[in-house]
Nanobody, 119 residues
Framework: QVQLVESGGGLVQPGGSLRLSCAAS????????MGWYRQAPGKQRELVAV???????NLADSVKGRFTISGDNSKNTVYLQMNSLKPEDTAVYYC?????????????WGQGTRVTVSS
């Protein structure tokens, strides 16, 4: 199993910034993809940004130019720097990991951290 611990959510004014962190822990796992999804009230969960083990990234069009994803493989940690936040960024943000344990690939999710963008 892989456990995910998220931090960094909160309330911020439009135009402000927040940084989310997600640390993965467990035994004998190999991480391949880490990233973030979000779910706004009444909407489906959507991809925000992911980063591969080699450093390649994929960001949703709606956040390109405002959000940056980075990772620290030595710490099994992924970060999401969110700048120029908009009210439509308000959502619960979930950390996501695609990892292999004992030859089996699985997806893991964090408990979610709430981000509210409001004046």
């Amino acid at each position: 199993q892989v456990q995910l611990v998220e931090s960094g959510g909160g309330l911020v004014q439009p135009g402000g910034s927040l940084r989310l962190s997600c640390a993965a822990s467990g035994s004998a796992f190999i991480m391949y993809i880490m990233g973030w999804y979000r779910q706004a009230p009444g909407k489906q969960r959507e991809l925000v940004a992911v980063i591969g083990k080699g450093g390649s990234t994929n960001l949703a069009d709606s956040v390109k130019g405002r959000f940056t994803i980075s990772g620290d493989n030595s710490k099994n940690t992924v970060y999401l720097q969110m700048n120029s936040l908009k009210p439509e960024d308000t959502a619960v943000y979930y950390c996501y990991v695609h990892a292999m344990i004992s030859g089996t690939y699985s997806d893991y999710w964090g408990q979610g951290t709430r981000v509210t963008v409001s004046s």
